[in-house]
């Protein structure tokens, strides 16, 4: 769809159903509902930096690492953003989307309460004052 344009060090190709970005000798290959959510979020200007991997299958779904944290996306719950940080850490000891949690069903927000929280298929993680709180549903 687009020649390779460069951005910040990096060389960014768009195709239809994604883009590959290309960083030193490293190439990752960001495509689907990932990519749109990826893009939506600012892609390369957004918190989530640079990809570090192309798309990973999970059981149910898919997801792709980057700098700042992960996109996820499962059929059932779409495609949403976790950063790196106390939440994904508390989810990753939960076992991340094969634990009791399961996939997010919202983006990584700020709240009311000063934090973050994440919405998942079973339950919540919330970051308050600095502190994890995991509801499970």
């Known amino acids: 769809v687009s020649a390779p344009k460069e951005h910040?060090?990096?060389?960014?190709?768009?195709?239809?159903r994604g883009f590959i970005?290309?960083?030193?000798?490293?190439?990752?290959?960001?495509r689907g509902e990932i990519a749109k959510k990826y893009m939506e979020?600012?892609?390369?200007?957004?918190?989530?930096?640079?990809?570090?991997s192309g798309e990973l299958d999970a059981k149910g779904g898919k997801f792709s690492n980057f700098t700042g944290g992960a996109i996820y996306?499962?059929?059932a719950?779409?495609?949403?953003?976790?950063?790196?940080g106390k939440i994904?850490?508390?989810w990753a000891q939960e076992k991340s989307e094969q634990g009791k949690y399961g996939f997010p069903i919202s983006d990584q927000t700020a709240i009311p309460a000063g934090g973050n929280e994440v919405k998942f298929q079973h339950g919540v993680i919330r970051e308050v004052n600095g502190?994890?709180?995991k509801t499970p549903n």
């Open 8 to 16: 910040d060090g990096k060389l960014v190709q768009t195709f239809q």
């Open 77 to 84: 719950t779409g495609a949403h953003v976790i950063y790196n």
């Open 41 to 52: 979020l600012g892609g390369l200007n957004s918190a989530l930096g640079v990809p570090t």
């Open 21 to 30: 970005v290309r960083n030193g000798d490293k190439a990752y290959w960001v």
């Open 73 to 75: 996306w499962s059929p």
């Open 88 to 90: 994904r850490d508390a």
């Open 131 to 133: 502190q994890v709180q």
